[in-house]
Protein backbone atom coordinates (compact mmCIF):
# COMPACT_ATOMS: atom_id res chain seq x y z
CA UNK A 1 0.00 0.00 0.00
CA UNK A 2 0.99 3.43 -0.65
CA UNK A 3 0.86 5.85 1.74
CA UNK A 4 -0.88 9.71 0.58
CA UNK A 5 -0.61 12.64 2.34
CA UNK A 6 -2.16 16.39 1.98
CA UNK A 7 0.39 17.86 -0.33
CA UNK A 8 2.11 20.78 0.94
CA UNK A 9 3.02 24.36 -0.56
CA UNK A 10 7.02 23.31 -0.19
CA UNK A 11 5.78 19.96 -2.19
CA UNK A 12 4.16 21.41 -4.56
CA UNK A 13 6.45 24.17 -5.39
CA UNK A 14 9.26 22.34 -7.41
CA UNK A 15 6.60 21.54 -9.96
CA UNK A 16 5.41 25.24 -10.28
CA UNK A 17 6.92 27.00 -13.33
CA UNK A 18 4.79 29.86 -15.17
CA UNK A 19 6.92 31.13 -17.82
CA UNK A 20 5.83 30.41 -20.86
CA UNK A 21 8.75 28.73 -22.68
CA UNK A 22 10.60 31.87 -25.43
CA UNK A 23 8.43 34.35 -23.94
CA UNK A 24 10.57 37.19 -21.62
CA UNK A 25 13.81 38.48 -21.45
CA UNK A 26 15.51 34.93 -21.49
CA UNK A 27 13.44 33.67 -24.36
CA UNK A 28 16.80 33.68 -26.60
CA UNK A 29 19.15 32.11 -24.03
CA UNK A 30 16.16 29.17 -23.48
CA UNK A 31 16.05 28.34 -27.22
CA UNK A 32 17.47 25.24 -28.54
CA UNK A 33 17.68 24.93 -31.70
CA UNK A 34 17.59 27.73 -34.75
CA UNK A 35 13.85 26.89 -35.39
CA UNK A 36 13.20 28.15 -32.34
CA UNK A 37 14.89 31.34 -32.60
CA UNK A 38 12.65 31.77 -36.05
CA UNK A 39 9.92 31.40 -33.99
CA UNK A 40 11.01 34.01 -31.78
CA UNK A 41 11.95 36.41 -34.87
CA UNK A 42 8.54 36.17 -36.63
CA UNK A 43 7.10 37.53 -33.25
CA UNK A 44 9.50 40.04 -32.77
CA UNK A 45 9.88 41.88 -36.14
CA UNK A 46 7.43 43.11 -38.45
CA UNK A 47 6.32 40.92 -41.27
CA UNK A 48 7.90 42.68 -44.25
CA UNK A 49 11.60 42.41 -42.15
CA UNK A 50 10.49 38.66 -41.26
CA UNK A 51 9.90 37.91 -44.85
CA UNK A 52 12.66 39.71 -46.47
CA UNK A 53 14.56 37.18 -44.39
CA UNK A 54 12.94 34.17 -44.28
CA UNK A 55 11.49 34.33 -48.00
CA UNK A 56 13.38 33.67 -51.41
CA UNK A 57 12.70 34.07 -55.65
CA UNK A 58 9.80 32.36 -56.61
CA UNK A 59 7.65 29.32 -55.78
CA UNK A 60 10.56 28.87 -52.75
CA UNK A 61 11.17 25.53 -54.67
CA UNK A 62 15.16 26.17 -54.13
CA UNK A 63 15.22 26.92 -50.60
CA UNK A 64 12.95 24.04 -49.43
CA UNK A 65 14.80 21.69 -51.63
CA UNK A 66 18.16 22.97 -49.88
CA UNK A 67 16.49 21.91 -46.85
CA UNK A 68 15.15 18.87 -47.41
CA UNK A 69 17.99 17.55 -48.96
CA UNK A 70 19.60 18.12 -45.32
CA UNK A 71 16.70 15.87 -43.94
CA UNK A 72 17.71 13.46 -46.04
CA UNK A 73 21.42 13.02 -44.64
CA UNK A 74 22.33 9.46 -43.29
CA UNK A 75 24.82 8.96 -41.04
CA UNK A 76 26.80 5.70 -40.37
CA UNK A 77 28.42 6.35 -36.76
CA UNK A 78 31.64 4.88 -35.79
CA UNK A 79 31.11 3.10 -31.94
CA UNK A 80 33.98 1.91 -29.70
CA UNK A 81 35.75 5.26 -30.33
CA UNK A 82 37.04 7.65 -27.79
CA UNK A 83 35.74 11.00 -27.99
CA UNK A 84 36.47 12.44 -24.57
CA UNK A 85 38.37 15.22 -26.70
CA UNK A 86 37.52 16.33 -29.68
CA UNK A 87 38.96 18.87 -32.52
CA UNK A 88 36.37 20.98 -34.38
CA UNK A 89 39.00 23.42 -36.00
CA UNK A 90 39.73 24.06 -39.64
CA UNK A 91 42.77 25.12 -41.52
CA UNK A 92 41.26 27.59 -44.26
CA UNK A 93 43.53 29.65 -46.32
CA UNK A 94 46.25 29.54 -44.15
CA UNK A 95 44.17 30.42 -40.87
CA UNK A 96 42.54 28.56 -38.06
CA UNK A 97 39.14 28.31 -37.87
CA UNK A 98 37.72 27.16 -34.42
CA UNK A 99 35.07 25.71 -35.96
CA UNK A 100 34.11 24.87 -39.45
CA UNK A 101 31.57 27.72 -40.44
CA UNK A 102 31.56 31.38 -41.27
CA UNK A 103 29.06 33.72 -41.02
CA UNK A 104 28.37 34.67 -44.80
CA UNK A 105 27.32 38.14 -46.27
CA UNK A 106 23.80 39.39 -46.10
CA UNK A 107 22.37 42.55 -47.03
CA UNK A 108 20.52 45.44 -45.04
CA UNK A 109 21.09 43.44 -41.65
CA UNK A 110 20.55 46.90 -39.20
CA UNK A 111 16.99 46.42 -40.81
CA UNK A 112 16.81 43.32 -38.99
CA UNK A 113 18.02 45.09 -35.74
CA UNK A 114 19.23 47.89 -35.28
CA UNK A 115 23.04 46.79 -33.92
CA UNK A 116 23.25 45.32 -37.40
CA UNK A 117 26.69 44.07 -38.94
CA UNK A 118 28.85 44.94 -35.93
CA UNK A 119 27.06 42.65 -33.59
CA UNK A 120 27.78 39.48 -35.92
CA UNK A 121 31.35 40.12 -36.72
CA UNK A 122 31.80 40.63 -33.25
CA UNK A 123 30.04 37.74 -32.24
CA UNK A 124 32.62 35.91 -35.03
CA UNK A 125 35.62 36.91 -33.49
CA UNK A 126 34.36 35.69 -30.08
CA UNK A 127 33.87 31.95 -31.45
CA UNK A 128 37.20 31.96 -33.73
CA UNK A 129 35.36 32.14 -37.12
CA UNK A 130 35.11 34.84 -40.17
CA UNK A 131 32.27 36.96 -40.81
CA UNK A 132 31.89 38.37 -44.07
CA UNK A 133 30.71 41.80 -45.04
CA UNK A 134 27.87 42.75 -47.71
CA UNK A 135 28.14 45.31 -49.88
CA UNK A 136 24.72 45.87 -49.69
CA UNK A 137 25.18 46.30 -45.99
CA UNK A 138 24.64 48.82 -43.60
CA UNK A 139 27.92 49.00 -41.95
CA UNK A 140 31.05 50.87 -44.30
CA UNK A 141 34.18 48.85 -44.59
CA UNK A 142 36.19 50.90 -42.18
CA UNK A 143 33.33 51.32 -39.16
CA UNK A 144 32.96 47.21 -38.98
CA UNK A 145 37.10 47.03 -39.20
CA UNK A 146 36.89 49.38 -36.14
CA UNK A 147 34.32 47.66 -34.65
CA UNK A 148 35.28 44.51 -34.61
CA UNK A 149 39.53 44.70 -34.97
CA UNK A 150 39.98 41.07 -33.94
CA UNK A 151 37.41 39.07 -36.52
CA UNK A 152 38.87 38.18 -39.37
CA UNK A 153 36.70 39.83 -42.13
CA UNK A 154 36.00 38.90 -45.25
CA UNK A 155 34.32 40.98 -47.64
CA UNK A 156 31.70 39.98 -50.42
CA UNK A 157 32.06 42.27 -53.21
CA UNK A 158 29.40 42.82 -56.48
CA UNK A 159 30.79 43.67 -59.16
CA UNK A 160 28.90 47.50 -60.35
CA UNK A 161 27.93 49.10 -63.31
CA UNK A 162 30.03 52.28 -62.68
CA UNK A 163 33.88 50.74 -62.90
CA UNK A 164 35.58 53.73 -60.56
CA UNK A 165 33.62 52.83 -57.94
CA UNK A 166 34.25 49.10 -58.18
CA UNK A 167 37.99 50.01 -58.06
CA UNK A 168 37.14 52.27 -54.87
CA UNK A 169 35.45 49.75 -53.07
CA UNK A 170 38.25 47.43 -53.35
CA UNK A 171 40.84 49.68 -52.19
CA UNK A 172 39.09 50.75 -48.98
CA UNK A 173 38.33 47.00 -48.18
CA UNK A 174 42.21 46.57 -48.65
CA UNK A 175 42.93 49.49 -46.46
CA UNK A 176 40.72 48.38 -43.93
CA UNK A 177 42.63 44.89 -43.46
CA UNK A 178 40.13 42.64 -45.05
CA UNK A 179 41.41 39.32 -45.16
CA UNK A 180 39.77 37.66 -48.42
CA UNK A 181 37.02 39.44 -51.19
CA UNK A 182 34.09 37.01 -51.68
CA UNK A 183 32.74 37.82 -55.35
CA UNK A 184 29.53 36.89 -55.60
CA UNK A 185 28.68 35.75 -59.46
CA UNK A 186 25.04 34.88 -59.27
CA UNK A 187 22.89 38.32 -59.09
CA UNK A 188 23.33 40.00 -62.46
CA UNK A 189 19.83 40.55 -62.08
CA UNK A 190 17.09 40.70 -59.05
CA UNK A 191 15.37 37.30 -58.52
CA UNK A 192 11.72 37.17 -58.12
CA UNK A 193 11.36 37.42 -54.56
CA UNK A 194 7.17 37.64 -54.25
CA UNK A 195 7.20 37.97 -50.35
CA UNK A 196 9.17 41.28 -50.47
CA UNK A 197 6.79 41.96 -53.54
CA UNK A 198 3.14 41.75 -51.70
CA UNK A 199 4.77 43.53 -48.60
CA UNK A 200 5.37 46.37 -50.39
CA UNK A 201 9.62 46.26 -48.81
CA UNK A 202 10.90 49.22 -49.82
CA UNK A 203 14.91 50.27 -48.43
CA UNK A 204 14.52 52.22 -46.48
CA UNK A 205 10.86 51.05 -44.72
CA UNK A 206 8.15 53.49 -46.10
CA UNK A 207 5.95 55.25 -43.43
CA UNK A 208 2.86 53.55 -45.19
CA UNK A 209 -0.80 53.03 -43.61
CA UNK A 210 0.68 49.59 -43.62
CA UNK A 211 3.53 50.23 -41.48
CA UNK A 212 2.09 52.93 -39.55
CA UNK A 213 -0.47 49.85 -38.63
CA UNK A 214 2.70 47.95 -37.24
CA UNK A 215 4.06 50.28 -34.72
CA UNK A 216 1.74 49.49 -32.72
CA UNK A 217 2.44 45.47 -32.68
CA UNK A 218 5.66 46.50 -33.37
CA UNK A 219 7.12 49.38 -31.24
CA UNK A 220 10.50 48.45 -29.91
CA UNK A 221 11.28 47.51 -33.68
CA UNK A 222 10.20 50.84 -34.29
CA UNK A 223 11.36 52.82 -31.83
CA UNK A 224 15.01 51.59 -32.95
CA UNK A 225 14.79 52.04 -36.05
CA UNK A 226 13.78 55.93 -35.93
CA UNK A 227 15.76 56.73 -32.84
CA UNK A 228 19.46 55.33 -34.82
CA UNK A 229 21.08 56.67 -37.86
CA UNK A 230 19.22 56.38 -41.03
CA UNK A 231 19.13 52.92 -42.67
CA UNK A 232 21.01 52.90 -45.57
CA UNK A 233 23.96 51.20 -47.79
CA UNK A 234 27.00 52.05 -46.72
CA UNK A 235 28.84 51.60 -50.04
CA UNK A 236 26.78 52.61 -52.30
CA UNK A 237 24.87 55.71 -53.09
CA UNK A 238 21.59 54.93 -54.90
CA UNK A 239 19.63 52.89 -52.09
CA UNK A 240 15.68 54.65 -52.50
CA UNK A 241 13.32 51.69 -53.71
CA UNK A 242 13.32 47.82 -53.70
CA UNK A 243 15.90 45.65 -53.31
CA UNK A 244 15.10 44.08 -57.09
CA UNK A 245 15.36 47.51 -58.50
CA UNK A 246 18.76 48.82 -56.43
CA UNK A 247 20.37 45.00 -58.49
CA UNK A 248 18.85 45.95 -61.62
CA UNK A 249 20.27 49.44 -61.61
CA UNK A 250 23.94 49.01 -59.85
CA UNK A 251 24.91 45.95 -60.48
CA UNK A 252 26.72 44.95 -63.72
CA UNK A 253 24.92 42.13 -65.81
CA UNK A 254 28.09 41.47 -68.22
CA UNK A 255 30.28 40.28 -65.67
CA UNK A 256 32.42 37.74 -67.13
CA UNK A 257 36.24 35.92 -66.24
CA UNK A 258 37.60 38.88 -67.64
CA UNK A 259 36.04 40.96 -64.80
CA UNK A 260 37.65 37.82 -62.21
CA UNK A 261 40.87 38.61 -63.81
CA UNK A 262 40.65 42.54 -63.66
CA UNK A 263 39.85 41.35 -59.65
CA UNK A 264 43.25 39.37 -59.25
CA UNK A 265 44.96 42.27 -60.76
CA UNK A 266 43.57 44.86 -58.42
CA UNK A 267 43.13 42.72 -55.02
CA UNK A 268 46.20 40.46 -53.71
CA UNK A 269 44.49 38.57 -51.05
CA UNK A 270 42.43 35.42 -51.31
CA UNK A 271 39.95 35.71 -54.02
CA UNK A 272 36.56 32.98 -53.47
CA UNK A 273 33.85 33.42 -56.25
CA UNK A 274 30.27 32.46 -54.61
CA UNK A 275 27.48 31.60 -56.68
CA UNK A 276 28.82 28.48 -58.44
CA UNK A 277 26.30 25.76 -59.39
CA UNK A 278 27.94 24.19 -62.15
CA UNK A 279 30.56 21.34 -62.22
CA UNK A 280 32.03 22.95 -65.51
CA UNK A 281 32.38 26.74 -64.15
CA UNK A 282 33.90 25.40 -60.86
CA UNK A 283 36.40 23.53 -63.41
CA UNK A 284 37.17 26.71 -64.95
CA UNK A 285 37.71 28.68 -61.74
CA UNK A 286 39.70 25.89 -60.44
CA UNK A 287 41.53 26.11 -63.79
CA UNK A 288 41.91 29.85 -63.36
CA UNK A 289 43.76 29.67 -60.26
CA UNK A 290 41.48 31.22 -57.54
CA UNK A 291 41.69 30.01 -54.15
CA UNK A 292 38.05 29.64 -53.18
CA UNK A 293 34.63 28.23 -54.93
CA UNK A 294 31.31 29.01 -52.62
CA UNK A 295 28.41 26.47 -53.61
CA UNK A 296 25.63 28.82 -53.31
CA UNK A 297 22.19 29.49 -55.05
CA UNK A 298 21.97 32.81 -53.38
CA UNK A 299 19.65 30.96 -50.31
CA UNK A 300 17.36 30.16 -53.48
CA UNK A 301 16.77 33.69 -53.43
CA UNK A 302 17.93 34.25 -56.69
CA UNK A 303 16.87 31.30 -59.94
CA UNK A 304 14.28 29.07 -58.09
CA UNK A 305 14.85 25.25 -58.66
CA UNK A 306 18.41 26.05 -58.59
CA UNK A 307 20.57 23.40 -58.00
CA UNK A 308 21.38 21.98 -54.33
CA UNK A 309 24.76 23.20 -53.22
CA UNK A 310 25.43 20.38 -50.83
CA UNK A 311 23.83 17.89 -53.63
CA UNK A 312 26.37 19.21 -56.09
CA UNK A 313 28.92 18.87 -53.51
CA UNK A 314 30.48 15.68 -54.02
CA UNK A 315 30.80 16.12 -57.59
CA UNK A 316 32.33 19.25 -57.65
CA UNK A 317 34.94 17.89 -55.14
CA UNK A 318 35.60 15.15 -57.44
CA UNK A 319 36.53 17.30 -60.38
CA UNK A 320 38.66 19.67 -59.02
CA UNK A 321 40.41 17.38 -56.50
CA UNK A 322 41.35 18.22 -53.07
CA UNK A 323 43.70 21.28 -52.96
CA UNK A 324 40.85 23.66 -53.88
CA UNK A 325 39.03 25.48 -50.96
CA UNK A 326 35.27 24.36 -51.74
CA UNK A 327 32.57 26.13 -49.23
CA UNK A 328 28.73 25.72 -49.80
CA UNK A 329 25.89 27.37 -48.17
CA UNK A 330 22.17 27.68 -48.01
CA UNK A 331 19.09 25.55 -45.73
CA UNK A 332 21.85 24.99 -43.17
CA UNK A 333 20.01 25.16 -39.72
CA UNK A 334 22.19 23.04 -37.51
CA UNK A 335 25.67 21.88 -36.77
CA UNK A 336 24.66 18.32 -37.83
CA UNK A 337 23.59 19.60 -41.22
CA UNK A 338 27.55 21.29 -41.01
CA UNK A 339 28.87 18.38 -40.10
CA UNK A 340 27.13 16.44 -43.10
CA UNK A 341 28.96 19.15 -45.68
CA UNK A 342 32.31 18.63 -44.28
CA UNK A 343 31.38 15.02 -44.76
CA UNK A 344 30.86 15.38 -48.45
CA UNK A 345 33.95 17.62 -48.89
CA UNK A 346 33.17 21.21 -47.87
CA UNK A 347 36.18 23.01 -46.38
CA UNK A 348 34.09 25.02 -45.01
CA UNK A 349 30.04 25.90 -44.30
CA UNK A 350 28.72 29.26 -44.61
CA UNK A 351 25.25 30.42 -42.35
CA UNK A 352 23.63 33.39 -42.93
CA UNK A 353 19.36 32.93 -42.57
CA UNK A 354 20.67 31.43 -38.98
CA UNK A 355 21.86 34.12 -37.42
CA UNK A 356 19.75 36.84 -38.88
CA UNK A 357 16.74 34.96 -37.12
CA UNK A 358 18.83 35.11 -33.87
CA UNK A 359 19.77 38.73 -34.69
CA UNK A 360 16.16 39.27 -34.37
CA UNK A 361 15.26 37.57 -31.84
CA UNK A 362 17.61 39.04 -29.86
CA UNK A 363 20.57 41.47 -31.46
CA UNK A 364 23.78 39.99 -30.43
CA UNK A 365 22.88 37.93 -27.52
CA UNK A 366 21.04 36.25 -30.43
CA UNK A 367 23.51 35.92 -32.68
CA UNK A 368 25.28 34.59 -29.96
CA UNK A 369 23.04 32.19 -29.03
CA UNK A 370 23.59 30.76 -32.75
CA UNK A 371 26.86 30.35 -32.67
CA UNK A 372 26.41 28.66 -28.94
CA UNK A 373 23.40 25.56 -30.84
CA UNK A 374 25.57 24.64 -33.62
CA UNK A 375 28.61 24.30 -31.73
CA UNK A 376 27.19 22.43 -29.37
CA UNK A 377 25.45 20.84 -31.93
CA UNK A 378 28.24 20.20 -33.91
CA UNK A 379 30.61 19.03 -31.57
CA UNK A 380 27.59 16.37 -30.30
CA UNK A 381 27.16 14.99 -33.64
CA UNK A 382 30.93 14.23 -33.79
CA UNK A 383 30.91 12.27 -30.67
CA UNK A 384 27.73 10.28 -31.55
CA UNK A 385 29.67 9.60 -35.04
CA UNK A 386 32.69 8.83 -33.45
CA UNK A 387 35.48 11.19 -34.74
CA UNK A 388 37.85 13.00 -32.44
CA UNK A 389 38.64 15.54 -35.62
CA UNK A 390 36.55 16.88 -38.57
CA UNK A 391 39.39 15.30 -41.10
CA UNK A 392 38.24 11.60 -39.52
CA UNK A 393 34.71 12.31 -41.30
CA UNK A 394 35.17 10.39 -43.92
CA UNK A 395 32.73 10.29 -47.39
CA UNK A 396 31.62 6.86 -46.59
CA UNK A 397 30.29 7.58 -42.95
CA UNK A 398 27.52 10.27 -44.82
CA UNK A 399 24.71 9.76 -47.86
CA UNK A 400 21.42 10.64 -48.61
CA UNK A 401 18.75 8.34 -47.53
CA UNK A 402 16.68 6.65 -50.39
CA UNK A 403 12.86 8.83 -50.87
Avoid: C
Wanted: avoid cysteine.
Amino acid sequence: MVQRQFPRWSDLKPYIGLRAPFSGPSAVESAATIADLRHIARRRTPTAVFDYVDGAAGAELSLNRSREAFGRIEFRPHVLRDVVDIDTSRQVLGETWRLPFGFGPTGFTRMMHHEGEPAVAQVAGEFGIPYTLSTLGTTSAEDLAAAAPDTRKWFQLYLLKEKQSRADLVRRVADSGYEAIMLTVDTVVAGSRLRDVRNGLTIPPQLTARTLAGLARYPRWWGNVLSTPPLEFASLRTTDGTVADLINNVFDPSVTMADVRWLREHWSGPLIIKGVQNVDDAMMLAHEGVDGILLSNHGGRQLDRSVVPLELLPEVRQAVGSEINIFVDGGVMSGADIVAAVAFGATGVFVGRAYLYGIMAGGEAGVRRVAQILQTEIEQTMRLMGVQRLEDITPDMVSFASS
